[in-house]
């Protein structure tokens, strides 16, 4: 890629994560503001429905609809199916309007902080995430890559280059100050390094890079009927990027008996009581701490 030549900005992937939603609305009213000199930068509410209902979804999670088999099946009629084909349409399949870049904005109830989640390891990807991290040192990176394109089912499967900016911890439909504004500068501060990308202004900032990159999902304790018996250990709770070691706590049941964490080696637990993963069986996710050379 020599040239980026139009940048999407997403928001509203879920529809009760107002962060993005209410980013894209405010560059539609100021487009000056993600205006670079080289690019066309464009905008997207990609869940418009799910948005006014205050939701994650209508029928499905519209961020796990973008695999490519699914696309290409005209038996997938639901709601978010049928917006991830018309998303597909408007920012990948017409060559005059195909997006080179996706900025995916998203937020989270667990203490994520600033998190960048990469789905390749794409050169740029890659340099633009070192630069963002030594931007702004609360940036993290979360590597979540996939064997191929084709199996990847979030928005960024559209396109090659370009990843989601996940802020929180945040309560589902509300806005907070602090975050939106934390958002707002990570995108100029994308918009800024495409231009400089275009310009061939951009220098290797920071050449080490520390990536958390993605093992496994845990799930909470149930029982054989699929209830629920115990929750993060207060221990654990809002500790998102921090070593969880083997014999630490990582569940308390409700009769108070810790559950410790078993595993062989040292890991670091991400999206920690997430509040949309409840439905997905999920308590958090274990990422390993690496430091790498770009």
Same mark, same amino acid.
């Given at each position: 890629m020599n040239q980026i030549n139009r940048v999407a900005i997403v928001g509203g992937t879920h529809g009760n994560e107002f962060t993005g939603a209410y980013l894209i609305q405010k560059f539609a009213q100021f487009p000056d503001l993600i205006t670079r000199p080289s690019f066309e930068t464009v905008t997207l509410l990609a869940n418009p429905n799910a948005f006014a209902a205050g939701r994650r979804y209508v029928e499905k999670d519209l961020n796990?609809?973008?695999?490519? !088999?699914? @696309?290409?099946?005209?038996?997938?009629?639901? /709601?978010?199916?049928?917006?991830?084909?018309?998303? &597909?349409?408007?920012?990948?399949?017409?060559?005059?309007?195909?997006?080179?870049?996706?900025?995916?904005?998203?937020?989270?109830?667990? %203490?994520?902080?600033?998190?960048?989640?990469?789905? %390749?390891?794409?050169?740029?990807?890659?340099?633009?995430?070192?630069?963002?991290?030594?931007?702004?040192?609360l940036v993290r990176i979360y590597r979540c890559s996939f064997k191929s394109i084709e199996e990847n089912p979030f928005v960024n499967s559209l396109c090659e280059l370009g990843?989601?900016?996940?802020?929180?911890?945040?309560? &589902?439909?509300?806005?907070?100050?602090? @975050?939106? &504004?934390?958002?707002?500068?990570?995108?100029?501060?994308?918009?800024? /390094?495409?231009?400089?990308?275009? !310009?061939?202004?951009?220098?290797?900032?920071? &050449?080490?890079?520390?990536?958390?990159d993605h093992l496994s999902v845990v799930d909470y304790p149930k029982k054989q009927d699929g209830t629920i018996f115990g929750m993060i250990h207060p221990e654990l709770q809002d500790n998102d990027y921090q070593a969880l070691n083997p014999g630490d706590p990582i569940f308390i049941t409700f009769d108070d008996k810790t559950i410790i964490y078993e595993g062989k080696s040292t890991v670091w637990p991400i999206f920690i009581n997430e509040a949309a993963y409840y439905e997905k069986g999920i308590a958090m996710c274990l990422t390993q701490k690496q430091q790498i050379n770009i």
């Open positions: 796990r609809c973008f695999i490519k !088999q699914d @696309l290409q099946d005209p038996t997938l009629n639901s /709601y978010e199916e049928l917006q991830a084909k018309s998303i &597909q349409n408007t920012l990948a399949s017409n060559a005059d309007k195909q997006v080179d870049f996706i900025l995916d904005l998203h937020s989270s109830t667990a %203490n994520m902080g600033l998190t960048i989640i990469l789905v %390749n390891s794409h050169p740029l990807n890659l340099k633009l995430a070192a630069y963002l991290s030594h931007v702004s040192p990843f989601a900016i996940e802020v929180g911890p945040i309560a &589902q439909g509300i806005l907070k100050a602090t @975050l939106f &504004q934390e958002t707002e500068e990570l995108v100029y501060a994308v918009l800024d /390094y495409l231009e400089k990308f275009n !310009q061939g202004q951009t220098s290797s900032i920071n &050449q080490m890079l520390i990536l958390y």
